[in-house]
């Protein structure tokens, strides 16, 4: 019955924020189908045509390295009622996988990124703004662990990382975007209230679509 995304939520957040498990969580407590996840990291520009050395020295954490255009791209088209491809990435290689998922419009759609509130165009395109908002000290622990253990990295590379880009584009681009938010979470994935609130108004929105559909029927 709706074939079009109608509702388009974007959450934001400092890395190791909790964001991703805010994201995840929203897609899981909605109905089957009725929702589906875009992570802008999976957007990273391609930069496959560079030698690994030189992969490795981008800066990931500008709003530059990733085709933001793109995503905002497939976000029109989910609207529009048209299926997407959405990119891989793959943070062994620092290069976008050849392999895509195919992504078919559903009535919301959940987009996060530490950077999306940091584009005026993307910003636009969210119909609800939520930012995760963690303390640093628990963001840092959090990217360490993750890093080390998911993506192979050594603690020695972690924290230089950070030092070099992570909190400094945090201070220049995500800790300002909280401004645009419509809704701020603290601690991120263990605040259970606030996430049970959003999906409760997640599922009103559903229903109100549910009984529009019927009516024209």
Not at 87 to 105: F, I, L, N
Not at 196 to 210: A, K, N, P
Request: with cysteine.
């Amino acid at each position: 019955m709706m074939k079009k995304a109608k509702l388009v939520v974007g959450i934001a957040g400092g890395t190791g924020s909790g964001k991703t498990t805010i994201a995840r969580n929203i897609v899981r407590g909605l109905p089957h189908g009725t929702c589906v996840l875009l992570e802008h990291d999976g957007y990273y520009r391609d930069s496959a045509h560079l030698d690994l050395e030189e992969r490795a020295m981008i800066n990931y954490d500008h709003p530059d390295a990733l085709e933001t255009e793109l995503l905002l791209k497939h976000i029109e088209m989910l609207r529009q009622g048209e299926a997407i491809e959405k990119p891989r990435y793959d943070y062994a290689t620092h290069s976008r996988s050849k392999e895509k998922a195919v992504v078919e419009p559903v009535p919301v759609v959940v987009v996060e990124g530490i950077l999306i509130f940091a584009d005026p165009d993307l910003r636009k395109a969210f119909d609800i703004r939520i930012f995760v908002d963690t303390d640093a000290d628990i963001r840092v622990l959090r990217r360490l662990s993750r890093d080390t253990q998911e993506r192979g990295r050594t603690i020695e590379a972690v924290i230089r990382q950070y030092y070099a880009t992570v909190r400094p584009m945090h201070l220049e681009f995500v800790e300002p975007s909280k401004r645009w938010a419509d809704v701020i979470i603290p601690e991120g994935g263990h605040n259970a209230i606030a996430l049970d609130l959003v999906i409760e108004r997640l599922r009103r929105f559903l229903d109100e679509q549910r009984d529009d559909g019927a009516k024209e029927l």
